[in-house]
């Protein structure tokens, strides 16, 4: 199943868990104390796919929960069950099944679709535009991700953010003349 909305977790084991249960871009915040510059990619993402907020089943979940949901508005929320995410003492999203994560996001009404035909960028776009396998394509990557909302990443990662936004080709080459590149 490949969720079209951008889920965000608390730390790297939850994005490893999620990505097990369902084919999405998932991002973590780090905790509670993430940047500035998350909040505006998550802001990005609802004004385009949407956001689904997935925090472990905990109090510092709930917390980072709901500083997401008033930093960034029109989010959905999934909720995972403790007892889904209980291992021993720990209790987290990188605990559960990929059958109950799936169970938590389809009651977030997460949409699932499709992989986007004809529209999917490919590496070879990114280095037409001067986005990887260039000198500076580091550096315009940045700037391009920054304007477009999904962040400063590596060309992999960027490739995955443009696609899954359905960022075409047309506005990515319009946000790099932007940029000056």
């Known amino acids: ?37 998350l909040s505006e990619v998550l802001q990005a993402a609802a004004n385009r796919t949407g956001v689904i907020i997935f925090t472990d089943p905990d109090s510092a979940g709930s917390m980072i929960r709901r500083r997401l949901h008033t930093l960034v508005s029109g989010c959905k929320h999934a909720y ?3 007892a889904e995410g209980r291992k021993g003492n720990n209790i987290g999203i990188e605990n559960a099944t990929p059958e109950a994560i799936r169970y938590a996001l389809k009651f ?10 004809g529209t999917a960028l490919g ?13 500076g394509a580091d550096e ?4 391009a991700g920054n304007l477009l909302g ?18 075409r080709f047309e506005e990515l080459s319009a946000a790099v003349t932007e940029i000056g590149g």
């Open 1 to 37: 199943m490949r969720i079209d909305e951008l889920i965000v977790v608390e730390g790297k084991d939850d994005i490893s868990a999620v990505k097990k249960a369902v084919d999405a871009e998932v991002i973590c915040t780090g905790g509670y104390g993430f940047s500035r510059g």
């Open 108 to 117: 977030a009404r997460a949409h699932a679709v499709d992989a986007r035909q």
């Open 140 to 143: 315009r990557r940045r700037k």
């Open 80 to 82: 995972l069950p403790q």
């Open 123 to 135: 590496i070879k776009d990114l280095w037409i535009l001067g986005l990887t396998g260039t000198p």
């Open 150 to 167: 999904i962040g400063d990443t590596n060309a992999k990662q960027f490739l995955n953010r443009v696609n899954h936004q359905g960022i």
